[in-house]
């Protein structure tokens, strides 16, 4: 199975999946890494493990509908048949949502369908639910759709609020399970056990 991942930070969770396939405990590869950010982490940790790294943004392609066209002809180009979304910081396209229907999913720090949704990223989560006094965060996989956080959830994992936790703490352990929780979903897709809800099937193949 070959894997492109699409991630706007550091790509901790890119170097999760990559080390996983390394180590054979996932049957993928990653076939490429794209970065709306020219100075992602992510775009280096792809360097670094010999992974195409490509740097696509609305500006460097001319607007919205243009990056649309240029991410799906790059994730075509790339022999991808997954797309994980680890921490990226844009909605996709109609066209790559359409193409790689049913073959797109997200990663989110927190138990969907609470602390989701445009703004809630990063330590934005983690502070949300400290203040909230909850006592048990997590991380969630999910299908992607056209908005932020709001496709149907695949997996969870539930991560216990500790006493005296501040956000950074929690995003630590938050962040350890969520690697691990994306390996698992990655795995189980390349077993072909993963099957998308109705809502989410394909449409198109590009593979």
């Not at 195409?52 to 991410?71: E, I, V």
Request: some cysteine; glycine content about 10%; overall charge neutral.
């Amino acid at each position: 199975m070959i894997i492109a991942v699409l991630a706007s930070g550091e790509g901790t969770t890119l170097q999760a999946v990559l080390d996983a396939c390394a180590q054979q405990r996932l049957p993928a590869r990653v076939g490429i890494v794209i970065s709306n950010n020219p100075t992602a982490g992510a775009l280096r940790r792809a360097r670094a493990a010999g992974v195409p790294a490509r740097h696509l943004s609305a500006a460097t392609a001319g607007g919205a509908a243009a990056l649309d066209q240029a991410l799906l002809d790059t994730l075509i180009e790339s022999d991808a048949q997954w797309v994980l979304l680890a921490g990226y910081m844009k909605r996709l396209g109609p066209l790559t949502l359409a193409a790689f229907a049913g073959r797109i999913i997200n990663t989110h720090p927190a138990l969907l369908p609470e602390f989701g949704g445009q703004g809630m990223y990063g330590m934005n989560v983690h502070r949300a639910v400290l203040a909230a006094g909850c006592a048990v965060s997590g991380a969630s996989v999910h299908w992607v759709d056209a908005d932020y956080d709001t496709g149907t959830v695949i997996r969870q994992v539930r991560v216990p609020v500790e006493s005296g936790d501040i956000a950074e703490s929690l995003a630590a352990r938050v962040q350890a399970a969520e690697r691990e929780l994306v390996v698992e979903v990655l795995a189980a897709a390349a077993s072909g056990r993963l099957k998308p809800p109705p809502d989410h099937s394909a449409r198109s193949a590009t593979s």
